[in-house]
């Protein structure tokens, strides 16, 4: 029962930086967890980084110390600041809400995905 939609992705050099947003169509204070996949040609989409409700976070491993997740509730919003980008960041970013135990209608709500290319 949410809208997720990502915006803020683009080509950028490497070592530079992007900041990414996902705005909700609905207030997000309930949503267990928000997060930021990414799905490069070929590979598995992968878990990026998670924001809990409780403000708790994790990331993977290959993006810990570069990238940082935030959450804005009062504006439904979910970011990701990415710095010193490397060319396997290079994906489509797709923004997650975890509405596990909510009584919608999906356990899970995507966005459409937004391209962050890392090239010089």
């Known amino acids: 029962q949410v809208q997720l939609v990502e915006s803020g992705g683009g080509l950028v050099q490497p070592g530079g930086s992007l900041r990414l947003s996902c705005a909700a169509s609905?207030?997000?204070?309930?949503?267990?967890?928000m997060g930021w996949y990414r799905q490069a040609p070929g590979n598995q989409r992968e878990l990026v980084a998670q924001?809990?409700?409780?403000?708790?976070?994790n990331y993977a491993d290959s993006v810990k110390g570069r990238f940082t997740i935030s959450r804005d509730t009062p504006k439904n919003t979910v970011s990701l600041q990415m710095n010193s980008l490397k060319p396997e960041d290079t994906a489509v970013y797709y923004c997650?809400?975890?509405?596990?135990?909510?009584?919608?209608?999906?356990?899970?709500?995507w966005g459409q995905g937004t391209q962050v290319t890392v090239s010089s």
């Open positions: 997650n809400a975890d509405a596990r135990g909510l009584g919608w209608g999906s356990r899970d709500y």
């Open positions: 609905r207030s997000i204070f309930s949503i267990n967890a």
């Open positions: 924001i809990t409700r409780g403000g708790s976070t």
